[in-house]
């Protein structure tokens, strides 16, 4: 089926709005008081130190997970763990640990590792793709629960990944190791398996059930987590052993809790995002960022409260990957001639969420959509209309704010407001945001 979108002259023919009727725009800018690790590849050394290693012979081979976010000290992590392991008579490999994304393919799941900057140059050692798995037992639902054949087969597995609040559900375990183990090595199977029977009880609990079964079935030797701070830079990194995760992550995600970035603001007519994509997170856009969930079974968010959002791209690394542009109203038409839906698609069976791969209005240029937003908001004056602008929900303390939110945001001890100025276009597209 052929679709063709309306054109701009179209659109705008809807309202009597003119690009003259909007309001100025300032620069806004949060300071937050945040603490970072220097030396991240130490820090990861550190990690490995804590686990233990004595019951594996010498050139064992140990794997470390490596998932699909784009998590900014992930690579150097990798790195400093890798070295350390060498360094303790032991063989290091890496395993690609990401569910279903990558489109579910071996091959797909090496791009989006290279996409990050995980590659076996940088490393030093092999990256197993693979994406056979096993059943190591089932969950008391009586449901199959799956391990990567690469984990099974190697002597030691560390599971290493970012702890911080999911994006579609609560509990004591959220995103972190646990869900590594259970959705990173259960690749494309056992993501699925684990969906389905989370839309069918509680996701947290059934993550830690299966998780705790992957510990006591497999070679899981222990963890390394990583809490990132507001800026997207490691702020803690932890060795956890095997037998203790289940009792500290849910320390470890209090912590991340504290460090979450969020919008300056709670109440908004139209969010403008640059960026989505599965690298900035797993639904292209940070659901604790934007305010809405759409997920099966779950409350949305009592704030902020933004009533329309407007993805203008998606990014180059999610390889047409759209997951998560249904949580958007408008949509550029740039996004939807970029979707692979085949990758898309299988990411969201497996997630078990459909409205989230639902395609938006489809806007021809940033000026459409912020002319439309004065007519689906019940702003009585364009002018009182309240935006934010950010790159993507890894960078909220970074905005272009119109003037009703500049006013509110200039009181701030913490936010930095600049001059108010009228927007420009050119040819209906906005300038970079820089």
Known sequence: MNVEFPDSETLRGTNDVESED??????????????????????????IADLPFDSLDPDAEVAITAGSRGIHDMPALLEGAVDALRERGLEPSVIAAMGSHGGATSEGQRETLEALGITEERLNCSIRTSMAVESVGEDSLG??????????????????????????????????????????????????????????????????????????????????????????RATHVEGVPADAILEREPELLDVAREELPTLPVEELDLLVVDELGKEISGTGMDTNVIGRVLFHGEDEPD???????????????????????????????????????????????????????????TVPDDLTALLLACSTTGVAEPAELRVARIESTMKPDELLVSEPVARELDGRADVEVGELRPLVFEDGALSPLD
Do not use: Q, W
């Open 22 to 47: 909007l309001p100025r725009f300032a620069r806004a800018s949060r300071a937050r008081d945040l603490d970072s690790i220097e030396d991240v590849e130490a820090a990861a050394r550190e990690a």
């Open 143 to 232: 449901r199959e629960v799956y391990v990567a054949e690469d984990a099974l087969d190697a002597d030691g597995v560390i599971l290493a990944n970012r702890i911080k609040p999911h994006t579609d559900f609560h509990g004591p375990v959220e995103s972190g190791l646990c869900k590594m183990a259970v959705i990173g090595l259960g690749k494309h199977r056992g993501a699925e398996s684990l969906h389905n029977a989370g839309l069918a009880t509680d996701f947290s609990e059934v993550i830690r059930e299966r998780a705790e079964l992957i510990v006591e079935e497999s070679p899981v030797v222990g963890g390394i987590g990583l809490i990132e701070n507001a800026v997207d």
């Open 303 to 361: 704030s902020p409260r933004i009533t329309r959002i407007y993805a203008r791209s998606i990014t180059p690394a999610s390889h047409g990957n759209g997951l998560g542009l249904g949580l958007a109203d408008f949509v550029h038409r740039d996004v939807v001639d970029e979707l692979t839906l085949d990758d898309m698609y299988v990411n969201i069976v497996t997630s078990g969420e459909p409205s989230r791969a639902r395609i938006p209005f």
